[in-house]
Nanobody
Framework: QVQPVESGGGLVQAGGSLRLSCATSGNIFYGNAMGWFRQAPGKQRELVAT???????NYAGSVKGRFTISRDNAKTTVYLQMNSLKPEDTAVYYC????????????WGQGTQVTVSS
């Protein structure tokens, strides 16, 4: 199982924007809803955004209206555009296929760190 490769994180001031990318393999991408998860220090990993194979999106209440998830089927890549960032968005962000609100595959990537300063 090839792990996803997340990138695009960094340090940004509150109110700023970042665009995350997740390069995956066809085994992970095709036929699956894809999602972005995040894990803050001392907290459990949480699902923040999903996109189905049909492009239907869903968001956690805490990011709705600020984050946009999308997928490029030709590149087997998932994106997360994050605007109006808040300090509480600080976390390591991961992507995975999603089933029943959880990561489908047990092999997670390294994630990408997002740090939002106040």
């Amino acid at each position: 199982q090839v792990q996803p490769v997340e990138s695009g994180g960094g340090l940004v001031q509150a109110g700023g924007s970042l665009r995350l990318s997740c390069a995956t393999s066809g085994n992970i991408f095709y036929g699956n809803a894809m999602g972005w998860f995040r894990q803050a220090p001392g907290k459990q990993r949480e699902l923040v955004a999903t996109v189905t194979v049909y492009g239907i999106t869903n968001y956690a209440g805490s990011v709705k209206g600020r984050f946009t998830i999308s997928r490029d089927n030709a590149k087997t890549t998932v994106y997360l555009q994050m605007n109006s960032l808040k300090p509480e968005d600080t976390a390591v962000y991961y992507c995975n296929a999603v089933v029943s609100g959880r990561g489908k595959f047990g092999s997670w990537g390294q994630g990408t760190q997002v740090t939002v300063s106040s």
